[in-house]
């Protein structure tokens, strides 16, 4: 049966696996391949790969970069940065990647989800929307980054998407990125009843408690997460880690009703 998912992701910068906070001051944290090596043996659910100077540079992906992660790595693995055209997510996906994460691109070509959908399939096919608060309440989709404001509806725009094919949504929550104090519970409760297919929530994991309440509320959801994973400890010293089956299966069993 379904059950939530955990997920690290890794943001790649100057070929160099980073964190942020609120998308800004990237932090070099090591190599991203032996990231993946790591986490192999952590067995983790899912990995997602970001490259975010692609779209900004607006270069094509790193398909030798994006190779060698396939290679490497031992769990499904989600690809995002610079995709553009159906024929280089396909390119991509034909490397060993399982998915295609669009962001930038499909905020201002949403048909671009349906296009590639039709070349590696829909349940491959994944839009990130990043967003921030209004001044005066609400949210809105950014780009580039978070350094563009578009002006778009982020509830409207994930039920767009939905209903040009995407397999899954991810709501990258700039504000929190990197503040570890946890999911934005409210985002997260007006996503979910917004659309219907598969969402997962980054941005503001701090610990696996916060962890557990995303899943207590919202059941089948994926949990996805950056810092919480790359850093240990109140100076935030670099080490790769995730939790083990025992303290996974715990998480989900005290958090989620698999009955």
């Known amino acids: 049966m379904l059950r939530p998912r955990i997920i690290p992701c890794l943001l790649v910068h100057d070929k160099g696996l980073v964190k942020t906070v ?25 990995l997602t790969v970001l490259d975010i100077d692609a779209s900004v540079q607006n270069r094509e992906p790193d398909y030798r970069m994006i190779e060698n992660l396939a290679a490497e790595c031992r769990m499904p693995l989600c690809y995002g940065g610079g995709v553009k055209t159906p024929e280089q997510a396909q390119r991509i996906f034909s490397l060993g990647v399982e998915k295609i994460a669009i962001s930038s691109a499909a905020v201002e070509d949403p048909l671009l989800v349906t296009r590639i959908a039709e070349r590696v399939g829909n349940q491959s096919v994944v839009v990130v929307i990043d967003v921030k ?25 994930a039920k767009q998407v939905q209903k040009y094919g995407v397999g899954e949504i991810v709501i990258n929550f700039i504000d929190n990125d990197g503040v ?14 917004s659309v219907t297919v598969p969402l997962t929530m980054l941005g503001g994991a701090g610990s696996l408690d916060d962890i557990g309440k995303l899943i207590s509320k919202f059941g089948i959801i994926g949990a996805s997460a950056g810092s919480l994973f790359v850093f240990k400890g109140v100076y935030k010293a670099v080490l790769i880690n995730y939790p083990n089956q025992n303290e996974k299966t715990q998480l989900i069993l005290n958090n989620f009703d698999l009955k």
Not at 143 to 151: D, E, H, P
């Open 22 to 46: 609120r998308f800004k001051d990237p932090k070099y944290v090591g190599d991203p391949i032996n990231a993946v090596r790591i986490f192999n043996e952590k067995q983790v659910d899912e």
């Open 133 to 157: 608060k209004k001044m005066l309440g609400g949210y809105e989709v950014y780009i580039n980054n978070g350094k563009k404001s578009t002006g778009k509806n982020p509830f409207e725009l």
């Open 180 to 193: 570890m104090k946890g999911y934005d519970l409210s985002l997260a409760e007006k996503m979910r009843d």
